[in-house]
């Protein structure tokens, strides 16, 4: 059970005082949907409010917080000119400058006579000091409340600054103090501060300097959060490790007759792959091993090959995916391998009907089904195995340690092939996964052409609509991904069917479109259309994962590529590429890039390393949150910075296989205090994971 202590930080942002529905879901949109994650959104940037000069001494330019009289309201004349409020202090004058501003409104907020404190940037217009829409008025009694540094927050549409800073400040005061969890020893060596005070000074910054990542509060909270994931996944590894394993071995009969059939050779890494999996899987401990490769690097047969030892040893395997499309994908892909094997091949997907789930379920539950891909419908609690050994997930990432436990749950010492077509970095793997044993897809599949990757300005649209025009006509196949913005995805729909109509008007029936809010049979027609040919371009929204394999497809367009991250559109960029034709990527960028914009853009004109992009990747985000890094599916870091305190994470690695040597079941008055940080961390999981005492 989560500590009756965090509570208040698992209540919506709506049980904040002053936040209501509305403002609620602007929060939520933009830190998530908890009182507690308010408090990991920390400052960007302050304004100094402090500076408090009498009117005569303020420069224009320089953010001031004034105590002055109202004397008197000068409404507009005309509807182009301003509203404006005189005020003055012993030696001068100044006036208030609203722009269409609601004269009841500011009649209330500055009755003349009165004094009221204010605070914004003076300027000067003809050579009288003024401040438009000033930041703050409040009453004398407010002015400790203004005149202070005042945190800036990162944004979202729709919310503005005051607001974010109330709710976070509620936030704020309802955060209890919590028992510590730290090691003393290290915390003294460190010279941090208790978690509340470090929480408080990270969200009150004094100086520019009390912003960088690398202050001891920030640097505590850091750790606080590479603490809870290392020591979640040291306590999963664990419980798995003490779960007895069981060995599979195959005799290679199966395998044997997919291996001679196969219309190509493995490449190296894909053979080594496979070796490392079967020795695994023939081992007494449990195997959890990954297996990476860029989209296209041949993970599928390799899986499949495992499936099929399995198989041999007379048991059963499944493999996840985490979507539909993925799952028909893989099945796709399997189908004709299984043929070769001579086993049967099933899909189960949460479109089945009940009447088509019944039979699915009756032939796992008596093992007749062998081999299945599904997706979630797997973990379903009707789901029973005969016997099944090997569990394959592909995209892990995507899946919650829950849903990986659920399935591995369902058959006696299952065997666990985690799939990746992220490259992961190293740090990035060892703070998300601990130290999982990895399988690497290096090399592509023989006859893989290099794929020519160009940068585009939108405004040269139309020359790309006319080459992507010119592989029409020539019989070629071209995907063009329309950004997710996030801000709203009726909007960004919008904006994809439009580009969806202007491609119809151009080319007519040869266009489809997928996008992430169409029913699923209407979404398989369109891929459909798009595999068969009968369509050639194919728009979609990156709601949906591009996930099929089209190999005639060699032209991929991505409108608003500078909104994407490195990662995404790495695997986009995979969609082609993939078959004997050269290929093209073409990254529409809209002006001015940022510089970090700029960076990803250049970085994918010079590789197609995935695990080079990987890096740079990480680099460049640093592992904060960015637009599109939840797309991307790389997990979220959101007080750690995994570039700036590496040697932190490498710390808290050390710091949880203690924990786990010493205390393994968090019983000790540490441990009580290490089951609260997984649970403010939403790791709890792995607390429950835990056997009692
Ligand atoms: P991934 O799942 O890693 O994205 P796939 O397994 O779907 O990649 O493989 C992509 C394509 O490459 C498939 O059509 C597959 O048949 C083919 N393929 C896999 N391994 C090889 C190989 N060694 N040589 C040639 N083609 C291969
Ligand atoms: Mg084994």
Request: net charge neutral.
């Amino acid at each position: 059970m989560r500590p009756a202590l965090l509570n208040p930080l698992f209540a919506g942002p709506t049980s904040l005082p002053g936040i209501g529905d509305k403002l609620g879901r602007l929060v939520e949109k933009l830190v998530g949907p908890r009182v507690g994650d308010l408090l990991w959104h920390l400052p960007q940037g302050l304004i100094d409010r402090r500076f408090s000069p009498k009117i005569a001494e303020a420069r224009a330019g320089e953010m001031v917080t004034l105590t002055v009289t109202v004397s008197d309201h000068q409404a507009p004349r005309s509807r182009r000119q301003p509203y404006r409020v005189w005020c003055h202090d012993e030696g001068g004058t100044l006036s208030l400058v609203f722009f269409h501003g609601h004269s009841d409104y500011i009649q209330k907020l500055l009755p003349p006579g009165e004094q009221r404190v204010i605070s914004g940037r003076i300027e000067m217009f003809q050579g009288l000091p003024q401040i438009t829409h000033p930041d703050h008025v409040v009453t004398l009694a407010e002015r400790d409340k203004v005149m202070r540094v005042e945190p800036v927050y990162g944004m979202t549409a729709g919310l503005t600054a005051k607001p974010l800073q109330k709710a976070i400040e509620a936030a704020l005061d309802r955060t209890p103090d919590l028992p510590e969890w730290l090691d003393p020893a290290w915390k003294q060596r460190n010279g941090w501060a208790d978690w509340k005070t470090a929480l408080l000074q990270a969200h009150h910054p004094e100086s520019e300097k009390d912003l960088e990542p690398t202050t001891p509060a920030r640097r505590r909270l850091a750790y606080d959060e590479l603490l809870a994931s290392q020591l979640a996944i040291s306590l999963v590894r664990e419980q798995q490790r003490e779960m007895p394993g069981r060995s599979i071995r195959g005799d290679g009969r199966l395998r044997d007759k997919v291996l001679a059939a196969l219309p190509y050779r493995l490449t190296p890494s894909q053979v080594m792959a496979g070796a490392e999996i079967a020795g695994d899987m023939a081992s007494d401990s449990r195997m959890v091993r990954m297996l990476q490769g860029d989209v296209g690097s041949g993970k599928t047969v390799v899986a499949f090959l495992a499936m099929l030892t399995a198989v041999e040893a007379g048991c059963q395997a499944a493999l996840m995916a985490p979507t539909e499309i993925l799952a028909r994908q893989h099945f796709a892909t399997m189908a004709p391998l299984a043929e070769l094997a001579g086993v049967g091949l099933t899909l189960l997907t949460g479109r089945d009907t009940a009447k088509r789930k019944a039979q699915i379920y009756e032939g796992l539950a008596n093992g007749s089904i062998q081999l299945i891909v599904g997706t979630h419908a797997l973990v379903q609690e009707d789901v029973a195995f005969a016997d099944l050994a090997l569990a394959v997930i592909d995209e892990q990432h995507r899946f919650g340690v829950h849903q990986r436990l659920t399935l591995s749950a369902k058959g006696r010492a299952v065997d666990m092939l985690v799939m990746s077509a992220t490259p992961i970095p190293r740090t990035l793997m060892l703070a998300v996964y601990g130290d999982l044993d990895a399988s690497r897809l290096t090399e592509k599949p023989a006859g893989r052409k290099p794929i020519d990757t160009r940068t585009v300005p939108l405004d040269r649209l139309d020359e790309v609509v006319g080459a992507v025009g010119r592989r029409i006509a020539a019989g070629g196949r071209v995907y063009w991904v329309c950004p997710l913005v996030e801000e709203s995805e009726v909007v960004d729909l919008a904006a994809a069917e439009d580009r969806f109509a202007t491609l119809v008007a151009r080319f007519g029936d040869k266009v489809a479109m997928v996008h992430g809010q169409m029913k699923g049979p209407e979404r398989d027609k369109a891929m459909a259309a798009f595999a068969s040919g009968q369509a050639q371009l194919l728009v979609a929204t990156t709601v949906i994962e591009v996930g099929v394999d089209v190999p005639a497809a060699t032209v991929m367009v991505i409108e608003h590529a500078e909104r994407f991250g490195l990662a995404q559109l790495h695997q986009l960029r995979g969609r082609v590429g993939r078959g004997e034709e050269a290929s093209s990527c073409l990254l529409l960028y809209g002006s001015p890039l940022s510089e970090n914009a700029h960076s990803r853009l250049a970085i994918m004109r010079e590789t197609e390393d995935g695990f080079r992009i990987a890096e740079e990747d990480l680099r460049l985000r640093g592992g904060g949150e960015v637009l599109g890094t939840r797309q991307s599916g790389l997990p979220e870091m959101r007080l750690a910075n995994l570039t700036l305190h590496s040697d932190l994470l490498q710390a808290a690695r050390d710091d949880s296989r203690l924990i786990i040597e010493r205390d393994p079941t968090l019983a000790t008055q540490r441990g009580e205090a290490l089951r609260t940080l997984l649970y403010l961390f939403e790791r709890d999981a792995a607390v429950r994971t835990l056997r009692s005492g």
